[in-house]
């Protein structure tokens, strides 16, 4: 199995949920690069893999999902207008409960809660990432099977404050550096830096607990 992921926390988590399996699952991480996303997700396939998993946060568009709301999406929506379907077979494998409404694709952070709304009237979806459209067109050429594990972070409502912007080095790990200057720079962000700390921190917790019911089935999907 092969999964992609945009953060290092998100590959922890994988890892941890996969002491002991043999063979193990191939991880690759983009560090919410899109370039680097397609580039993963062709390695992925050219490892073999069985199958593709894109896990780990993503953007709620709809207001109704609270942050950790876990998504199990029907299918992905490209920027281009095209919509991937995911494998049916596999969610109901997984036996979770979980939003099943559409996901849509997206190059760029959604920075306001404006951004969301016009992303949602576009194409009806209920949240939003930047790999797994790209993981989808990937498996697509490949002809394999394609999945979708993610969880809202940043709600519809929340803006994404400038000190989270561009915050993630190279190996998807949090500039904390770069972010505080910010942050002394502008102070008056802190509070909705904290808001978006406390709802990533929702969604990490709602991915380890669905990692915990259902992670050996998820690695093992193929």
């Known amino acids: 199995m092969g999964l992609l992921v945009g953060l290092a926390s998100e590959a922890r988590l994988l890892r941890r949920a996969a002491r002991g399996l043999s063979p193990a699952p ?3 991480l983009s560090a919410a690069d899109p ?16 199958g593709l998993v894109s896990f780990g946060l993503a953007a709620g568009l709809d207001p109704a999902l609270p942050p950790g709301r876990l998504l199990l999406p029907e299918s992905v929506l490209d920027p281009d207008g095209r919509r991937w379907p995911t494998e049916a077979a596999w969610r109901g494998r997984l036996g979770l409960e979980a939003e099943a409404g559409a996901l849509a694709g997206c190059a760029a952070l959604l920075r306001t809660p404006a951004d969301k709304a016009a992303l949602a009237a576009a194409g009806g979806a209920v949240a939003a990432d930047m790999e797994s459209y790209l993981l989808a067109r990937a498996a697509a ?4 099977p394609f999945l979708v594990l993610r969880a809202v972070a940043d709600p519809a409502g ?12 190279e190996r998807g ?50």
């Not at 803006?159 to 080095?169: G, Q, V």
Request: overall charge positive; cysteine-free; aromatic content about 2%.
């Open 26 to 28: 191939l991880i690759a």
């Open 158 to 169: 929340l803006a994404l404050p400038p000190a989270a912007l561009d915050a993630l080095d």
């Open 35 to 50: 370039g680097r996303a397609q580039a993963e997700a062709a390695r992925l396939v050219a490892a073999g893999a069985a």
């Open 141 to 144: 050429r490949a002809g394999l």
């Open 173 to 222: 790990r949090s500039r904390g550096w770069a972010v505080a200057g910010r942050l002394l720079a502008a102070p008056r962000q802190l509070p909705a830096l904290l808001a978006l700390a406390r709802a990533a921190a929702a969604a990490e917790r709602a991915l380890g607990g669905a990692l915990l019911v259902a992670g050996r089935p998820l690695l093992r999907l193929g």
